[in-house]
């Protein structure tokens, strides 16, 4: 009985130190076979274990994967139509450029068109006869043609372009901005230089009784001199004013009977005298050809008539030369 227990342990000799004894340990034969098993289904354990979590991990990384994949797609695809939007853009900012400095060309050449006008009528001429000028922006209502595609070099080419036409445009801008204002007023002042010229004939009737200059006196046959001119009409015959202008006066003496006296361009002033009926005050603004009052026989005076005279700088002056412009 004893031997078969032996015969069932294994002696396992314990090597130290040399200077140590030899140390004996008796270990039993299942012991022995059944610790490199254990560790041996330890390690299967482990590897199995290992690879589930593998397997598990690579799932997920696929399963991640094929989102990004997904989500790349989808910003690719934002991506050629943000592109394409883009490039539509830059097409359609490049056409509206052209048709910008096409328009701004017409406003520059009506600019100068303006300026010319100053400096030929600035001293001459009328602005009844003129139209106004003015620009035709007519839109297409069909649009067609071949589609040709255009590379994103082509696209670059022409945003470039179209940058450097908003450049020049602006600079445009910019210099009508110093220059049209200054060319307005000019215009302004030439308007109403022209339109305040004393030149239209201020009565229905052109009927001249009396000239400008000297002659006999119709009350004392004597020399004198006539500051203006005599033209006939009946009484009630409507007045006009010869220019634009602001009247001065409207009052009524021995002399001058009722008179009017309006204020023009150039230290020009025009005289109405023996008049019926005034129908302005003074500082009202008047516009040439406007009915300013009728024709009378008040003050000194032999019968109905308007005497019309042009004073400048407190001088009269003919104004046969500015009648007949």
Same mark, same amino acid.
């Given at each position: 009985?004893? #031997?078969?227990?032996?015969?069932?342990?294994?002696?396992?000799?314990?090597?130290?130190?040399?200077?140590?004894?030899?140390?004996?340990?008796?270990?039993?034969?299942?012991?022995?076979?059944?610790?490199?098993?254990?560790?041996?289904?330890?390690? #299967?354990?482990?590897?199995?274990?290992?690879?589930?979590?593998?397997?598990?991990?690579?799932?997920?990384?696929?399963?991640?994967?094929?989102?990004?994949?997904?989500?790349?797609?989808?910003?690719?695809?934002?991506?050629?139509?943000?592109?394409?939007?883009?490039?539509?853009?830059?097409?359609?900012? #490049?056409?509206?450029?052209?048709?910008?400095?096409?328009?701004?060309?017409?406003?520059?050449?009506?600019?100068?068109?303006?300026?010319?006008?100053?400096?030929?009528?600035?001293?001459? !001429? /009328?602005?009844?006869?003129?139209?106004?000028?003015?620009?035709?922006?007519?839109?297409?209502? !069909?649009?067609? !043609?071949?589609?040709?595609?255009?590379?994103?070099?082509?696209?670059?080419?022409?945003?470039?372009?179209?940058?450097? /036409?908003?450049?020049?445009?602006?600079?445009?801008?910019?210099?009508?901005?110093?220059?049209?204002?200054?060319?307005?007023?000019?215009?302004?002042?030439?308007?109403?230089?022209?339109?305040?010229?004393?030149?239209?004939?201020?009565?229905?009737?052109?009927?001249?009784?009396? #000239?400008?200059?000297?002659?006999?006196?119709?009350?004392?046959?004597?020399?004198?001199?006539?500051?203006?001119?005599?033209?006939?009409?009946?009484?009630?015959?409507?007045?006009?004013?010869?220019?634009?202008?602001?009247?001065?006066?409207?009052?009524?003496?021995?002399?001058?009977?009722?008179?009017?006296?309006?204020?023009?361009?150039?230290?020009?002033?025009?005289?109405?005298?023996?008049?019926? /009926?005034?129908?302005?005050?003074?500082?009202?603004?008047?516009?040439?050809?406007?009915?300013?009052?009728?024709?009378?026989?008040?003050?000194?005076?032999?019968?109905?008539?308007?005497?019309?005279?042009?004073?400048?700088?407190?001088?009269?002056?003919?104004?046969?030369?500015?009648?007949?412009?």
């Amino acid at each position: 009985m004893k #031997s078969a227990s032996l015969s069932n342990q294994m002696t396992l000799l314990v090597l130290r130190d040399a200077n140590q004894p030899v140390k004996q340990v008796r270990v039993s034969k299942p012991l022995i076979v059944a610790v490199p098993m254990v560790a041996l289904l330890s390690i #299967s354990g482990l590897i199995v274990s290992m690879h589930i979590n593998s397997n598990r991990t690579i799932t997920q990384l696929e399963g991640q994967l094929q989102q990004q994949s997904i989500q790349f797609e989808a910003v690719v695809t934002d991506r050629d139509e943000a592109i394409q939007r883009l490039q539509n853009e830059v097409v359609t900012l #490049s056409g509206q450029s052209k048709g910008m400095m096409d328009r701004m060309e017409k406003v520059v050449e009506l600019e100068a068109e303006l300026q010319e006008f100053i400096n030929k009528y600035g001293t001459q !001429g /009328d602005l009844s006869n003129l139209s106004a000028l003015s620009l035709d922006d007519t839109d297409s209502l !069909g649009i067609g !043609g071949e589609y040709i595609a255009v590379h994103d070099n082509e696209i670059d080419d022409l945003a470039k372009e179209t940058g450097d /036409d908003f450049r020049e445009m602006n600079a445009m801008l910019d210099e009508m901005e110093k220059n049209i204002p200054v060319t307005l007023i000019r215009a302004t002042q030439t308007q109403y230089s022209l339109t305040g010229n004393p030149s239209e004939w201020p009565t229905p009737s052109k009927r001249l009784t009396s #000239s400008f200059g000297y002659r006999t006196d119709p009350f004392t046959g004597k020399a004198a001199f006539h500051s203006g001119i005599d033209i006939s009409g009946k009484i009630g015959d409507p007045v006009y004013a010869a220019g634009a202008g602001q009247v001065l006066t409207t009052d009524r003496d021995s002399s001058h009977g009722k008179y009017i006296v309006i204020q023009h361009p150039d230290g020009l002033e025009s005289w109405y005298l023996h008049l019926s /009926d005034i129908d302005v005050s003074a500082g009202d603004i008047v516009t040439k050809g406007q009915t300013i009052g009728k024709v009378g026989n008040t003050g000194r005076s032999t019968g109905s008539h308007l005497h019309f005279e042009i004073v400048k700088q407190n001088k009269p002056i003919d104004p046969m030369p500015f009648l007949k412009q």
